[in-house]
């Protein structure tokens, strides 16, 4: 017997939200496969004696930083699109999505550029935790301009993310996976992760998107903090 449910106040915004994306933006995906050995020692080096449980960084703090390094740098991922100009934000406000039962909420850290590894991980820290406790504020969830999302632990291994409105990308994180790789002659095993780029490609063009996403690869495998 069919089962009908009515749609809840934000599932009924999501798919708002989600059908204007869809219509909105002509995307493009990019996937990169990058080696998460230096990110993976560089956690252990961030995280060591780390006391303060509210300033514990993770995969997620690390890639928010890695990206708004990589935004600076390449402005055009810091923009919006509308009434035929393009409109470059003048800070990098990154969004982490959480999944929540009844849907899906993005609150976004302001100026993540300007703010070192450690306060990125508190201030993000803090907005998953209200999210998940009904405490988000209109405030934490308007004015992003890139978002992230992580799919990773979930076992996911490639999917490609609708892009958050007015937002011109986002980038998908999946599963880290030990795998054979050939250095030098030689077969070694590397902690491989897929990371997926989806862009609006009335502002993103091809290459430009290329070169972003090559700096954020190699910003993961050498970035110190």
């Not at 810091?78 to 909420?105: F, M, P, R």
């Not at 902690?191 to 910003?219: C, Q, S, T």
């Amino acid at each position: 017997m069919e089962k009908k449910i009515k749609a809840s106040g934000m599932r009924k915004i999501i798919a708002d939200n989600m059908s204007r994306s869809w219509l909105t933006s002509p995307r493009v995906a990019y996937t990169l496969s990058v080696d998460m050995t230096h990110a993976l020692a560089l956690l252990g080096r961030l995280n060591e004696c780390m006391e303060d449980k509210s300033k514990k960084v993770t995969l997620n703090h690390l890639l928010m930083k890695v990206c708004a390094q990589a935004i600076s740098e390449y402005e055009l991922f810091n923009s919006s699109y509308e009434d035929d100009e393009i409109t470059i934000h003048d800070q990098v406000n990154i969004g982490l999505a959480v999944a929540l039962d009844e849907g899906l909420i993005v609150p976004n850290i302001k100026d993540v550029a300007g703010k070192d590894i450690y306060t990125v991980a508190a201030e993000t820290n803090d907005a998953v935790f209200r999210t998940r406790n009904s405490q988000i504020t209109m405030d934490d969830i308007t004015g992003g301009t890139f978002t992230i999302t992580n799919l990773g632990m979930m076992g996911i291994e490639s999917f490609s993310p609708v892009i958050n409105q007015p937002e011109v990308a986002i980038l998908g994180v999946t599963k880290m996976k030990d795998t054979p790789v050939v250095e030098e002659g030689e077969i070694k095993i590397r902690p491989l992760m897929n990371l997926n780029l989806v862009a609006d490609h009335r502002v993103i063009d091809g290459a430009y998107a290329a070169k972003f996403f090559r700096r954020v690869k190699e910003l993961m495998e050498t970035m110190e903090f």
